[in-house]
């Protein structure tokens, strides 16, 4: 029983952080169309740093440790990382685009039993257009090789739904069955935001590129319609992890984008059981709402539990930040969940 975590769902003070998602590192090996992440900083946290970083994340509750980016894979010292959270027995989750999964192969497996890769294409051309570089085939082998190795890892593929990939959806799915992963989850693309390095790094793609126009979201619905009836065992048997319910959030968030429709409704508590690190420090509640501090200044309990972090779980409970009401990557957590320890 993790009474604690439960204590987070249900209020808005903080009596521990479950799950911590950590920028190990802002240089990236992809150019995508939706994010500026491109060369590391040069203060990002040192591996001293997350050393004294995972202690007090340890002793505050931590279960689940999800590396992002930036591409973790691009940090050398990436191994080292994993090493100091192994000993805390803490669940370690990769997020990555897996352009060096192949060559690390070794290394990730040493430490990962899941692996989210993100695919946004079902053909080579439309993949490395809207990822800016040449990188399916190598992404395929490197999933293929580690889905065909020992104490193979579970692989998830996440697709970021938009104008150039959304005629695919239906052959991603294809695609991602075709490679032998466990499952797909799709995301629309964030168009409103200034996170992924827009705020500091400045936008890399107009937003309109990424929106559907009038016409392509009647062509949207439609494709998701049949993707309903299509792959109704894939939504069954939880290969696509979302409902179709929520596939169709999707495109009701498009029709929100160009005045059709209204934005569909979030549910979110990720402030409540977790936080987002970034590579220099910085805590936020969440990958879209500002940092409340820094980890070089704050210890991360202290942090958590200010009255800024209270106010800003407040808002979110009561659902009244315009961020969240035109949210795309949300996390809800059920009170049983985290009673239950299942992060
Ligand atoms: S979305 Fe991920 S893979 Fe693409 S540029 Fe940003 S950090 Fe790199
Ligand atoms: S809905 Fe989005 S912006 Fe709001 S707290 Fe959740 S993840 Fe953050």
Same mark, same amino acid.
């Given at each position: 029983?993790?009474?604690?975590?439960?204590?987070?769902?249900?209020?808005?003070?903080?009596?521990?952080?479950?799950?911590?998602?950590?920028?190990?590192?802002?240089?990236?090996?992809?150019?995508?169309?939706?994010?500026?992440?491109?060369?590391?900083?040069?203060?990002?946290?040192?591996?001293?740093?997350?050393?004294?970083?995972?202690?007090?994340?340890? !002793?505050?509750?931590?279960?689940?440790?999800?590396?992002?980016?930036?591409?973790? #894979?691009?940090?050398?010292?990436?191994?080292?990382?994993?090493?100091?959270?192994?000993?805390?027995?803490?669940? *370690?989750?990769?997020?990555?685009?897996?352009?060096?999964?192949?060559?690390?192969? &070794?290394?990730?497996?040493?430490?990962?039993?899941?692996?989210?890769?993100?695919?946004?294409?079902? $053909?080579?051309? $439309?993949?490395?257009?809207?990822?800016?570089?040449?990188? #399916?085939?190598?992404?395929? =082998?490197?999933?293929?090789?580690?889905?065909?190795?020992?104490?193979?890892?579970? %692989?998830?593929?996440?697709?970021?739904?938009?104008?150039?990939?959304? =005629?695919? $959806?239906?052959?991603?799915? @294809?695609?991602?069955?075709?490679?032998?992963?466990?499952?797909?989850?799709?995301?629309?693309?964030?168009?409103?935001? &200034?996170?992924?390095?827009?705020?500091? /790094?400045?936008?890399?793609?107009?937003?309109?590129?990424?929106? #559907?126009?009038?016409?392509?979201?009647?062509?949207?619905?439609?494709?998701?319609?049949?993707?309903?009836?299509?792959?109704?065992?894939?939504?069954?048997?939880?290969?696509?992890? +979302?409902?179709?319910?929520?596939?169709?959030?999707?495109? @009701?968030?498009?029709?929100?984008? %160009?005045?059709? !429709?209204?934005?569909?409704?979030?549910?979110?508590?990720?402030?409540?059981?977790? !936080?987002?690190?970034?590579?220099?420090? +910085?805590? @936020?509640?969440?990958?879209?709402?500002?940092?409340?501090?820094?980890?070089?200044?704050?210890?991360?309990?202290?942090? $958590?539990?200010?009255?800024?972090?209270?106010?800003?779980?407040?808002?979110?409970?009561?659902?009244?930040?315009? =961020?969240?009401?035109?949210?795309?990557?949300?996390?809800?957590? *059920?009170? #049983?969940? !985290?009673?239950?320890? /299942?992060?």
């Amino acid at each position: 029983m993790n009474v604690q975590a439960f204590l987070n769902t249900i209020s808005t003070r903080s009596f521990s952080l479950p799950i911590v998602i950590l920028y190990v590192t802002e240089g990236c090996n992809l150019r995508c169309l939706t994010c500026s992440y491109r060369e590391k900083l040069p203060n990002e946290l040192s591996l001293e740093e997350i050393s004294t970083l995972v202690d007090s994340l340890s !002793a505050y509750g931590l279960r689940t440790i999800v590396y992002s980016g930036g591409e973790p #894979l691009m940090r050398r010292d990436f191994p080292e990382i994993c090493s100091i959270f192994r000993k805390y027995n803490v669940k *370690q989750v990769l997020l990555t685009n897996g352009l060096l999964l192949e060559k690390r192969l &070794d290394e990730v497996k040493k430490f990962f039993s899941e692996i989210i890769v993100s695919i946004d294409g079902a $053909t080579d051309e $439309t993949h490395n257009t809207i990822r800016g570089v040449e990188s #399916l085939q190598q992404i395929s =082998r490197g999933i293929k090789h580690a889905l065909a190795s020992s104490s193979r890892p579970s %692989i998830s593929i996440r697709t970021v739904l938009q104008k150039a990939n959304f =005629r695919q $959806t239906i052959d991603i799915v @294809q695609f991602a069955k075709s490679l032998g992963v466990d499952r797909i989850s799709f995301l629309a693309a964030d168009v409103l935001s &200034d996170s992924f390095g827009r705020a500091t /790094r400045g936008a890399v793609s107009p937003n309109e590129s990424l929106m #559907l126009n009038e016409e392509e979201i009647v062509e949207f619905r439609r494709i998701v319609e049949q993707m309903v009836s299509q792959c109704s065992n894939e939504f069954i048997n939880g290969f696509i992890s +979302d409902s179709p319910d929520r596939m169709f959030h999707i495109v @009701q968030y498009f029709e929100a984008l %160009i005045g059709k !429709a209204a934005f569909p409704h979030n549910y979110c508590n990720a402030p409540m059981v977790s !936080a987002v690190i970034t590579s220099t420090g +910085d805590v @936020q509640p969440c990958y879209f709402l500002p940092a409340y501090g820094n980890i070089r200044e704050t210890d991360v309990d202290v942090l $958590t539990t200010s009255s800024i972090v209270r106010s800003v779980r407040r808002d979110v409970k009561n659902y009244t930040l315009e =961020r969240c009401k035109t949210c795309v990557c949300t996390l809800y957590t *059920q009170p #049983l969940s !985290a009673l239950l320890d /299942r992060f």
